[in-house]
């Protein structure tokens, strides 16, 4: 246990909210950081909202950045969505839903707010199993960025260093699901649809089936409607 | 000479205007990128819009962050701006101007540009004699950066490596000003001010007095109005 604060990287869905679970677990005090980068489903913003609420976080800034503006992805532009993809399909290569920087430029706005709160952790949810494909949800990117945010800002230079913790990073899904439900995560809050149709997940794009594969050998059910049902 | 493209962080200040004239005069193709951050002063975004036009660039975006949400500097919080100091007060520690994490965040989303844009080099102002408390325009930070964009991008992982280059770094003010003349850097729209008055630089806040005195030093008459002239 320890009283550290800790930035966590909140997006509203199953890998996050797990992960703020996990940071809590830890004894720390959770402030989240949502960001609103014009992705096409604005319901993430509200799933945050209410799963901060569901764990009784220190405070909650949801910010607002226009990443469509840079453009190149599927999350933000005009590319359609894969479908139905087989899980050799999915393996293979970066994905159109990579994001270009995305984890570098989240994880450059935690560290400014961890130095903001005093935050001397940021958590985040990546996860090298299920998303190989991005290049930063690889380990080496993680030690690169703790070491450039350590010279680079105030909270470094003064000595209270920063740690970027990454607890997801070599589990499958099935033990996401199994940490989450261990540690009473609302997992039922979450949302991890690429495209949803409403406020329904659709079940059929990457993110969906890895989830629902995910709950199928944890045996257990997933508390989340979907549209295909 | 190159064709390469480079991203230019391009603040419409006097600074960020010079080494966009550098980056031109490299050879490469421009590409602007102006980060309107909830900043007091909103000129800087017309005067970069500006200066682009003056460079003829290859594109030029300007991304929304509200940086204000996150808070803890002088230039986006409700921190008064000192004003009259001496070199020798402006010269120890950190100073409240500094904006948490900024270079670390403007430069992931720099990077993020350059691999949508398909640019190998970004271009910024940082300086460090100047701004010598600001731990993020140090070229350790530098170095460490482009390390982790590096390994945390598409664009690293298939071998187009980006470079991060800040050609003021170890200039003094005086010789900044000089280059951008020697350059045909367009000197009259740059706009430097923390704390402007209308649209008039007020003279009286540090990156005012450091102008000045670099445009004294270089012997030759600063182009820009102050409103205490």
Redesign the interface.
Known sequence: MTDARAVVLASGGLDSTVTAAIAKADGCELFFLTIDYGQRHAVEVQRARQVAAALGVGGH???????R????SALTDEIDVPKDREGAARGTG?PVT????????F???A???A??VGASRIYFGANVLDYSGY??C?P??IR??E???N????A??EGRSLSVRAPLLTMTKADIIRTGLQLGAPLHLTHSCYDPVGSLACGRCDSCLIRREGFTKAGVVDPIQYALS
């Open positions: 800034v949801v910010l607002s950045i226009e990443l503006a840079i453009g190149g970066i990579y994001v270009p920087g995305r984890n570098l430029i994880l450059s706005l560290a400014a707010h130095e903001v290049p930063d690889r080496e990117f690169a960025f070491a450039a945010a010279i680079g800002t105030k470094g230079v």
